[in-house]
């Protein structure tokens, strides 16, 4: 069997007269649209020299045809190579000196920008803007819709998504056709999708939230997305009587409930709604059930294993945690010194094992051996725990950790305490450098701004709360925390803004 998978994901669909795409604008395309109009993206983007196993770099905006352009690359064998649209020239020739793919694909407005670190990676560049025009579609266009679906082995590559690079150059992780697909069938068992589903897509197509877990997981189960430009809380609460699925950032919950509108009476149509790449804070989590009789359901995962953990569809979904292991996969606590695993509930490093765990970085063979283990398991770099009813726990990123005066501080302990005050909405912690203990803690707090703040009124409810050491020694209120466009929080932008603060 071919396991492309462009194969496995559309032309086993059993109802190919099925809309799996709705526009903004109401236009309707079936999952036969979406054979016929890869098909003659396909045969444009061979007709280019595209061959299987080249890269097809993009940097467009959100559309149907990009959704299109994906599965194209992935029916005519290609690896596909999504930019986020915020990426300068100087950091697009980057990826493209590195993955030289064979296409770069961008939009027309931006072409003339674009055209040197092209032309240094030998990549033919075409265009493709948000109404789907461009040089691209006119060569779609003008080709035939037939097309034969490359094979593929599973362990083939399908995607190549970068990193962000936080910590060094970007990383290109390697996933194969398996990796997507077995990831979705997982998803398509834990959250009971079914064709019947309609699912509210609101988020980057750069990413492999919006790319891979919504667009995989609905074309696997013969499901329906309404198909947004980007978020917006009335469009969102407009369809929403229609819909039946919403995945979002926890920032899309946070706007919504912003909204009078949200209320039981609007959500009732609704069965689920997700919530992932990056931290719900539990007050957003107790609000939202307040405020509309639904549990969100979080869940946990990176671009180098997709989705590996998920609170249950039927069961306690415990506010704070990202649930328990996904169907096939394992996930296990190891001491970050030694590798040695951990009893429950004690936090370490968290490790993943399973179909859905990347193959490698892109040419990197030194980086995949330090993070990737023999036995298959992949360093994950997020400090957690298991507790006694197999729930994941998330506590920072293994960077974060803050050693002061020879003490661990997992941030997040800090910072739940911290949002648990009045007239917080919410923090960060960080440690900074300091001149007698190595690392000193640092909060940064978002204010309500409906009751006045000061350090002190942070620093007294800690005081019985922590023990002194990891007690913040300064606290700075900022009206927002930085954020990548996913949602987390770039803490390392908030230690090179105040790395100096205790320095004398």
């Given at each position: ?5 462009f194969?496995r994901?559309i ?15 109401g236009?309707?395309?079936t ?9 003659q993206?396909?045969?444009a983007l ?42 300068t020239?100087?950091?697009i ?8 793919p064979?296409v770069?694909v961008?939009?027309?407005a931006?072409?003339a ?22 040089s ?10 037939g ?15 970068y990193?962000?690079?936080?910590t ?7 996933l ?11 998803l ?10 309609v699912?509210?897509h609101?988020?980057?197509i750069?990413?492999t ?22 978020f917006d809380?009335?469009r ?16 899309f919950?946070?706007?919504?409930l ?20 990056a931290p ?5 989590h107790r ?10 359901l979080?869940?946990?995962g990176?671009t180098?294993?997709?989705?590996s ?5 039927e069961?306690e979904?415990?506010a704070?945690?990202?649930g ?7 996930v296990?606590v190891?001491?970050?010194e ?15 094992r399973g ?7 892109w040419q ?14 992949f ?9 006694d ?18 003490y661990?501080?997992y941030?997040?302990?800090v ?24 690392e ?11 009751v ?6 942070i ?18 209120f900022?009206?927002e925390l ?13 230690r ?5 603060l205790?320095?004398?």
């Open positions: 069997m071919n396991s492309n998978l194969s994901l032309q086993q669909t059993p109802d190919p007269s099925r809309t799996a795409i709705e526009t903004a604008s236009a309707q395309i999952y036969s649209d979406l054979i016929a109009r890869s098909g993206m396909a045969n061979v007709a280019q020299g595209v061959a299987p196993g080249d890269r097809v770099a993009v940097q467009i905006e959100k559309s149907v045809e990009a959704i299109i352009l994906y599965l194209a690359t992935v029916r005519a064998g290609a690896v596909f190579l999504p930019l986020n649209t915020g990426y020239p100087a950091e020739e980057y990826f493209l000196g590195d993955a030289r064979a770069f961008c939009d027309p931006r072409q920008s674009l055209e040197v670190a092209a032309r240094a990676s030998n990549a033919k560049i075409l265009t493709l803007d948000a109404d789907g025009q461009g691209l579609m006119t060569a779609a266009e003008a080709a035939p819709e097309f034969e679906t490359v094979e593929r082995a599973g362990a083939d590559l399908a995607a190549l998504l990193t962000s690079g936080t060094g150059r970007s990383k290109g992780a390697m194969s056709h398996e990796n997507l697909y077995s990831n979705a069938v997982a398509q068992d834990a959250w009971r999708y079914s064709a019947s589903d699912l509210i609101a988020l980057p750069f990413h939230h919006g790319l891979f877990v919504a667009t995989n997981l609905t074309f696997l189960a013969g499901a329906s997305m309404i198909f947004l430009p980007k809380a009335d969102i609460l407009d369809v929403m009587p229609r819909a039946t699925v919403l995945m979002g950032v926890p920032t919950y946070v706007r919504l912003e909204s009078p509108r949200l209320d039981p009476q609007v959500t009732s149509h609704m069965r689920l709604f997700i919530s992932g790449s719900l804070l539990a007050e957003t609000e939202w059930q307040a405020r509309t009789g639904h549990a969100i979080e869940r946990y990176m180098e294993t997709n989705m953990t998920s609170n249950p569809y069961g979904r415990i704070g945690t990202v328990q292991p996904l169907p096939g996969v394992e296990i190891t001491d970050p030694t590798g040695a695993p951990l009893p429950d509930g004690e936090i370490g490093m968290i490790e993943v179909p859905n765990v990347f193959c490698g970085y990197m063979p030194e980086k995949t051996a330090a993070e990737l283990r023999e036995n298959g398991y360093i994950t770099g997020d400090l957690g725990m298991v507790d009813k197999g729930y994941v726990h998330i506590v920072g990123r293994g960077k974060d950790l803050i050693i002061s005066g020879g661990n501080i941030p997040k302990e910072e739940t305490e911290i949002d648990a005050i009045t007239g917080v909405n919410e923090s960060a912690v960080i440690g900074l450098p300091h001149s007698d203990f190595g000193a803690v640092a909060a940064v707090v978002v204010p309500t701004g409906k006045a703040l000061t350090e002190a009124d620093l007294a409810p800690l005081a019985e709360r922590l023990a002194r050491f990891k007690q913040p020694k300064r606290v700075i900022v009206e930085p954020r990548n466009t996913m949602g987390k929080v770039q803490k390392n932008l908030l090179d803004q105040y790395g100096a205790f320095q004398k």
